[in-house]
């Protein structure tokens, strides 16, 4: 009878191992047959109604299945750790022939990189790269700059007042008076910044834009200097062979005052859509600073002179990368930008 039941035990717990699938399914087994109250431990109870002569071979019959069953379960047990570490090996293997995950590297805006060129540009030639406020007084942006109230040049310079006296400034050209103010000559700066109109937005105009203003101030600069160091920066920006014009002009605060021209790089001066058929292009204005600009900010006309110049760097960005619409640069589409 108990000599059945061990073989029977025997038989269940090696069904049961082949099916077992993790050391928790494992460990089950083996309280359910081996435990203190496991279906084993429960025959042996059971030898004492055996017959003396009985005993001896039933208990070595049940000695034999409980180490056989013990030594199957630590076989099986071997078994499920390497497939278990292997499993995880697996889960944890990193493909080494995977293409990896690339992390994005910012760029320029088209602005500040044709700005980077220009400055570099004149730094190049020892000019220093001053800053100056947005937010402006009347005085500094329109009446030390010889543009009195009143002044038609005004007109096109509509902006946003703050005060009566303060406002946006309309031109980076202030920048002037306040260097002039705070330091003596020799002077040899540029100052880019942001400028303001209220003008409408549309796709050549911006309430906002930028600017760059320059400014040489020293013993007998002249109209000579004024022209040679814009013709180096032309050439420095559109290449070694552009030709460059002055046309003469009005600024209020420079005399006598010029346009400069580029000769068109698109057509080279026959005349197409982006000269608009002139076959030379407007890129800055300029002039010898006015006597009583000198003056206004201390500086004795009779001992220094100097030249200004202001470029307008929408227009030189947009002309360099063929684009119409101004509102482009400042909608931040970066399905835009990236190609820049
Ligand atoms: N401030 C002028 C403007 O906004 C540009 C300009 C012209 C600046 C002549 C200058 C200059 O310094 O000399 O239209």
Redesign the pocket.
């Known amino acids: 009878m108990i000599k059945q039941q061990l073989e029977a035990i025997n038989k269940a717990v090696l069904e049961k191992l082949s099916a077992v699938k993790d050391s928790q399914q494992l460990d089950e087994i083996r309280v359910k047959y081996l435990g203190k109250k496991g279906e084993l431990t429960a025959i042996l109870k059971q030898m004492g109604s055996l017959s003396p002569e009985e005993r001896p071979k039933i208990g070595q019959l049940a000695n034999e299945v409980r180490t056989s069953i013990e030594n199957k379960i630590s076989e099986k047990l071997e078994q499920i750790k390497a497939l278990e570490t292997q499993k995880r090996l697996e889960s944890e293997a990193i493909d080494v022939t995977l293409p990896g995950k690339k992390s994005e590297l910012g760029y320029y805006h088209p602005l500040t990189k044709v700005l980077r060129e220009i400055e570099e540009i004149f730094v190049g030639m020892g000019f220093e790269i001053v800053d100056g406020p947005e937010v402006e007084y009347d005085h500094y942006n329109f009446e030390l700059l010889n543009i009195p109230k009143g002044h038609p040049a005004r007109d096109t310079q509509d902006t946003f007042y703050i005060t009566d006296n303060i406002l946006l400034r309309t ?1 980076t ?1 202030p920048v ?1 008076i306040r260097t002039m103010e705070q330091k003596k000559p020799p002077i040899r700066i540029i100052s880019p910044g942001r400028v303001y109109r209220s003008d409408a937005v549309d796709a050549t105009h911006s309430p906002l834009f930028h ?1 760059i ?2 400014l040489v101030v020293d013993k007998g600069i002249t109209m000579s200097d004024l022209k040679g160091t814009l013709e180096i920066f032309v050439k420095r920006l559109y290449g070694e062979d552009s030709k460059v014009r002055f046309r003469p002009h009005h ?1 209020p ?2 005399e006598p ?1 010029a346009e400069t021209d580029i000769c068109c790089f698109e057509c080279g001066g026959k005349g197409c859509h982006l000269c608009k058929g002139e076959g030379w292009i407007e890129i800055l ?3 010898m600073v006015h006597p009583k600009v000198l003056e206004n900010c201390g500086i004795d006309p009779e001992v220094y002179s100097g030249f ?3 470029l307008g760097l929408e227009r030189i960005v947009m002309r360099r990368y063929n684009i119409t619409d101004l509102r482009l640069l400042y909608e931040n589409d970066t399905r835009f930008l990236k190609q820049f």
């Open positions: 031109q050209s002037q600017q203003e320059g600024f605060f420079t005052s204005g300029c002039g200004a110049f202001g």
